[in-house]
């Protein structure tokens, strides 16, 4: 069992920045990839952002390619989502994930999930 919390949402206005962040506890944090996924209300959750258990290999959405950056902290079994330039689009739910598997991107690649922390960006 792996256990997630996020922290670090809030309100911010376009333009701004956020860093969310993800503390893990349980089994191995090193063995897992880390993902970051986020939903809007009415719509269906999404791929943002993930990183290799190694940290060597990153992986971003198109809509925040450039924007937003991932990285992780094995030492301190963390994993960070630094959002610049923020959009009202980016507003929603945001949540991590640890996986064990091949692909990064879908919702069915993780196993264990936090509860969330809300970004809201004000235009």
């Known amino acids: 069992q792996v256990q997630l919390v996020e922290s670090g949402g809030g309100l911010v206005q376009a333009g701004g920045s956020l860093r969310l962040s993800c503390a893990a506890s349980?089994?191995?944090?090193?063995?897992?990839?880390m993902g970051w996924f986020r939903q809007a209300p009415g719509k269906e959750r999404e791929f943002v952002a993930a990183?290799?258990?190694?940290?060597?290999?990153?992986d971003y959405a198109d809509s925040v390619k450039g924007r937003f950056t991932i990285s992780r902290n094995n030492a301190e079994n963390t994993v960070a989502l630094q959002m610049d330039s923020l959009k009202p689009e980016d507003t929603a739910v945001y949540y991590c994930a640890a996986g064990y598997g091949v692909g990064l991107r879908r919702v069915d690649d993780y196993d264990y999930w936090g509860q969330g922390t809300q970004v809201t960006v004000s235009s």
């Open positions: 990183i290799r258990r190694s940290g060597s290999s990153l």
């Open positions: 349980g089994r191995a944090f090193s063995n897992y990839d």
